[in-house]
């Protein structure tokens, strides 16, 4: 499954909060609050129960339940709220939901979190998609560190444009590519060092300049998937003197 097809398939799993007995004003300050997330609000109201309370669900599967209080309280943590522990019950349960506006801004600020990861955890493999290797010049100092971590195996995709700015140093790995997909895309995917627990990834496509659509999870399955297409795809490193053709 390449990267398009992965952005589609979460898309397709459409999230909705229903907020029951809601006091007025609340739907509309949730929606501002997920203004950028592709999340259904709905309001219900019940004879017995309490009010403001919420219930996420997937078509006719309940996923989670909270106080709206809880869900409108602000984020613990670095912005834009990536880590887990900065989410409580039906934050949760929104990995995998899509963001469908982001910024430059805030998607270097969700890389960072899963950057930071790795680097705390020192091994495993983390690989990182940044279009161009233009883009990437702007962070090669970053990854040079990263790489140089432990035990750490740090992977670079981009296309070439801009090679001739990439300093000669061994590592990272570059994995230079031709495919509409790299050139369109913008990830971070780190493998936990085999740890389901502590695996996590941001995907998304700039579908307009600067705007980007996509999602982050910490689903180990979706995290292998998105490895493992690369790992498949991309697997003849720039070392190599060629550059990968696939997606």
Not at 41 to 69: C, H, K, M, Q, T
Not at 152 to 163: F, I, Q, T
Not at 197 to 223: H, I, M, N
Not at 225 to 247: F, I, M, N, Q
Request: net charge negative; aromatic share 10%.
């Amino acid at each position: 499954m390449g990267l398009f097809e992965l952005i589609a398939a979460v898309d397709a799993a459409e999230k909705t909060l229903t907020v029951f007995n809601p006091e007025a004003g609340v739907p509309a300050a949730l929606r501002d609050h997920f203004a950028d997330r592709n999340l259904r609000i709905e309001r219900a109201d019940a004879a017995a129960g309490p009010s403001n309370y919420a219930v996420l669900s997937r078509d006719d599967e309940f996923l989670a339940a909270i106080d709206v209080s809880d869900v409108l309280a602000p984020a613990r943590g670095v912005e834009p709220g990536f880590t887990p522990e900065t989410y409580e019950a039906v934050l949760d349960e929104l990995d995998e939901t899509m963001f469908t506006s982001y910024d430059t801004e805030r998607m270097i600020a969700a890389s960072k979190e899963i950057e930071d990861r790795a680097w705390r955890s020192a091994a495993g493999e983390l690989h990182a998609g940044f279009q161009t290797c233009a883009r990437f010049a702007s962070q090669a100092d970053v990854y040079d560190h990263l790489a140089d971590r432990g035990e750490l195996d740090v992977h670079v995709y981009a296309r070439p444009e801009g090679r001739d700015a990439l300093s000669p140093s061994p590592e990272p790995t570059f994995h230079l590519s031709t495919a509409t997909e790299i050139r369109d895309s913008w990830f971070v995917a780190y493998d936990g060092d085999g740890l389901d627990a502590a695996k996590c990834a941001l995907l998304a496509e700039e579908r307009q300049e600067g705007s980007f659509y996509g999602f982050w999870t910490y689903d180990p399955g979706t995290v292998d998937d998105l490895l493992d297409h690369l790992r498949s795809t991309y697997a003849v490193p720039e070392a190599d003197g060629t550059a990968a053709d696939g997606g």
